[in-house]
């Protein structure tokens, strides 16, 4: 699994250790308003936290690429998830992004899927990446856009009316 810097974060794995962490941050109904489940799931966070993390360490196992923890590297703390999964719905790879309501509004998480899209281009070797947005989620929207995706239609995901974006790989270095 591997690590990866950009000037003001570190996508490191994820660690069983990281459940409460992470579980306080997904605990917040404006953290996960727009994710699969809504608001209500905030109440869950504890078993959801303790459910995905594994599951991101077995993804990265079984795909060499994943979900990261999003470190600050002024506070060495756990602010978020950023990065790539499998989507089989789609038979597609998809960005994602989720950070702790204090680390909104610096940019961190266009930094963090620039990088994750970067690794997945260059490194894994995708050819094409996607990203799902609820339209009312406007930061999330404008992340996307500052990404350089494309909007290519609307599609019922998870009984969601999700807008659907791609970007493809930049052409190979000769
Ligand atoms: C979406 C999210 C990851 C954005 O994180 P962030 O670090 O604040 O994002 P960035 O700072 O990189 O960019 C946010 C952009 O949205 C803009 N923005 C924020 N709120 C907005 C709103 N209500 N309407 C329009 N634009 C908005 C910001 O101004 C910024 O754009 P700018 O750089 O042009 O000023 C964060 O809000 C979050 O974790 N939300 C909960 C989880 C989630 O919804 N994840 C995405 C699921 S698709």
């Given at each position: 699994m591997t690590v990866l810097e950009t000037p003001r974060l570190l996508l490191r794995p994820f660690a069983i250790d990281d459940i409460p962490a992470y579980a306080r941050i997904r605990s917040d109904p404006d953290v996960v308003?727009?994710?699969?489940?809504?608001?209500?799931?905030a109440a869950d966070a504890e078993a959801i936290a303790a459910a995905r993390i594994p599951d991101f360490i077995q993804h990265w196992r079984d795909h060499g690429f994943g979900l990261w923890a999003v470190?600050?590297?002024?506070?060495?703390?756990?602010i978020g998830h950023c990065g790539l999964l499998r989507l089989p719905d789609f038979d597609a790879v998809e960005v994602l992004y989720m950070l702790d309501r204090p680390a909104w509004g610096r940019g961190y998480a266009t930094e963090a899927a620039r990088a994750s899209m970067e690794y997945g281009f260059r490194t894994v070797g995708l050819d094409r990446i996607i990203a799902l947005v609820l339209p009312e989620n406007r930061a999330s929207a404008r992340v996307i856009q500052k990404l350089g995706m494309t909007p290519i239609g609307n599609r019922q995901f998870k009984n969601l009316d999700v807008a659907v974006y791609e970007r493809l790989a930049p052409p190979k270095e000769t």
């Amino acid at each position: 699994m591997t690590v990866l810097e950009t000037p003001r974060l570190l996508l490191r794995p994820f660690a069983i250790d990281d459940i409460p962490a992470y579980a306080r941050i997904r605990s917040d109904p404006d953290v996960v308003r727009y994710l699969p489940g809504g608001a209500e799931a905030a109440a869950d966070a504890e078993a959801i936290a303790a459910a995905r993390i594994p599951d991101f360490i077995q993804h990265w196992r079984d795909h060499g690429f994943g979900l990261w923890a999003v470190i600050e590297r002024d506070s060495n703390r756990l602010i978020g998830h950023c990065g790539l999964l499998r989507l089989p719905d789609f038979d597609a790879v998809e960005v994602l992004y989720m950070l702790d309501r204090p680390a909104w509004g610096r940019g961190y998480a266009t930094e963090a899927a620039r990088a994750s899209m970067e690794y997945g281009f260059r490194t894994v070797g995708l050819d094409r990446i996607i990203a799902l947005v609820l339209p009312e989620n406007r930061a999330s929207a404008r992340v996307i856009q500052k990404l350089g995706m494309t909007p290519i239609g609307n599609r019922q995901f998870k009984n969601l009316d999700v807008a659907v974006y791609e970007r493809l790989a930049p052409p190979k270095e000769t």
